[in-house]
C-alpha cells in the first residue's frame, strides 16, 4: 500500500522559504512521478508542480520563479521549497502521486497547513 | 481564476442523479488532452474518482461516470448517497501553459 506523509513547519514568516518533504512507503520513488499540490483556505486546489523519473520538473507557471521540487531517492523521499513567500502562500500542502498509467493523481497525501505570518 | 469551469454547486435528493460540467477550451480538453476526477470531503485527502475521461479506478461504485465531449467534461453520479457530499474537482493539461496541470474551481455537492 502507498503511502504519502508531508512533514516541514507549520509557520512560516514572510519573505522567508517554505520548505517541505513528503516521505514515500510502498512504492520506490522511481517509479511513477511525484509532485505537491496546495490548497489555500476557502478556495480550491492549485497545482504546484511535479518531478519526473527523469529527475526533471515542471511547474505551476505562475509560481515557477519561487520553486523547487527535487528528491532523494535513497530516503524514498522528495521536497518543495517555496521562496519569498508572503500570506497569499498559506494554504493546505498536499504531496502527490501520479500513476502514470493513469495519468492521474492515485496518492495523495494528509496534507499540512502551512500559514505565512510574522 | 481557473481554466476549467465549474458550477460552483449542484445538489440533489437521495437516489437522484447529478452531473457536474467542467468546461474548458481548445488549448486543453478540446485540444484532446484527458479528463480526470476528484472526490474531496473536508479534513481528507482528495481522491481519484475517474481517470482518463471515463475510468474508474478499482473500489469506485459504478454509480460514478465521466464523459468527455469537445470542450467540456461531465461527472455524472446517480442514485445519490448522504456520503457522496463532497467537493468534486476536473483535471486536465493545458497548451498554452506549457502543458501544465490545471484544476477546476471545484464544485461542492449538497446532499439535500
Known amino acids: 500500500q502507498v503511502q504519502l506523509q508531508e512533514s516541514g513547519p507549520g509557520l512560516v514568516k514572510p519573505s522567508e522559504t517554505l520548505s517541505l518533504t513528503c516521505s514515500v512507503s510502498g512504492v520506490s520513488i522511481s517509479t511513477y512521478y511525484w509532485g505537491w499540490i496546495r490548497q489555500p483556505p476557502g478556495k480550491g486546489l492549485e497545482w504546484i508542480g511535479y518531478i519526473y523519473n527523469s529527475g526533471s520538473a515542471n511547474y505551476n507557471r505562475s509560481l515557477k520563479s519561487r520553486v523547487t521540487i527535487s528528491r532523494d531517492t535513497s530516503n524514498n523521499q522528495f521536497s518543495l521549497r517555496l521562496s519569498s513567500v508572503t500570506a497569499a502562500d498559506t494554504a493546505l500542502y498536499y504531496c502527490?502521486?501520479?500513476?502514470?498509467?493513469?495519468?492521474?493523481?492515485?496518492?495523495w497525501g494528509q496534507g499540512t497547513l502551512v500559514t505565512v505570518s510574522s | 481564476q481557473s481554466v476549467l469551469t465549474q458550477p460552483p454547486s449542484v445538489s440533489g435528493a437521495p437516489g437522484q442523479r447529478v452531473t457536474i460540467s467542467c468546461t474548458g477550451s481548445?488549448?486543453?480538453?478540446?485540444?484532446?488532452?484527458?479528463v480526470h476526477w476528484y472526490q474531496h470531503l473536508p479534513g481528507t485527502a482528495p481522491k481519484l474518482l475517474i481517470y482518463l475521461n471515463n475510468n474508474r479506478p478499482s473500489g469506485v461504485p459504478d454509480r460514478f461516470s465521466g464523459s468527455k465531449s469537445g470542450t467540456s467534461a461531465s461527472l455524472a453520479i446517480t442514485g445519490l448517497q448522504a456520503e457522496d457530499e463532497a467537493d468534486y474537482y476536473c483535471?486536465?493539461?493545458?497548451?498554452?501553459?506549457?502543458?501544465?496541470?490545471?484544476f477546476g474551481g471545484g464544485t461542492k455537492l449538497t446532499v439535500l
Open positions: 502527490a502521486g501520479v500513476d502514470t498509467d493513469m495519468d492521474a493523481i492515485d496518492f
Open positions: 481548445s488549448s486543453n480538453i478540446g485540444a484532446g488532452y484527458h
Open positions: 483535471q486536465s493539461y493545458d497548451s498554452s501553459l506549457g502543458g501544465y496541470v490545471v
